[in-house]
């Protein structure tokens, strides 16, 4: 049973920055896709980012394409995800979840694609 925490939220400025890490354990995520979400209040939960754990292969979405990074770090079976130039737009509770890599693509933005979840960290960006 995979299990993941998410650590690195809190309150920043606009055009500030944040980097988020989304830690696993109870098993190697090695064959594994990690994707990023966030959830704003009264809207749906939004696929942001993935990387596939094995080769590094990283897929984003339009609205945060050119400003967060996605990043592992397999030795500490860890993914990163670094947030420059945030918005009060981006404002939302950040999740990390994982799927074993069977759908030949990491470009996997649907959040009932995942089956393990962890419980998200806070992203305020307000002045």
């Known amino acids: 049973q995979v299990q993941l925490v998410e650590s690195g939220g809190g309150l920043v400025q606009p055009g500030g920055s944040l980097r988020l890490a989304c830690v696993a354990s109870?098993?190697?995520?090695?064959?594994?896709?990690v994707g990023w979400f966030r959830q704003a209040p009264g809207k749906a939960r939004e696929g942001i980012s993935s990387?596939?754990?094995?080769?590094?292969?990283?897929a984003y979405a339009e609205s945060v394409k050119g400003r967060f990074t996605i990043s592992r770090d397999n030795d500490k079976n860890t993914v990163y995800l670094q947030m420059n130039s945030l918005k009060p737009e981006d404002t939302a509770v950040y999740l990390c979840a994982t799927v074993v890599n069977i759908y030949g693509t990491t470009a996997l933005m649907k959040p009932t694609l995942y089956d393990y979840w962890g419980q998200g960290t806070q992203v305020t960006v307000s002045s």
């Open positions: 109870g098993g190697t995520l090695e064959d594994y896709v």
């Open positions: 990387i596939a754990m094995r080769d590094g292969d990283t």
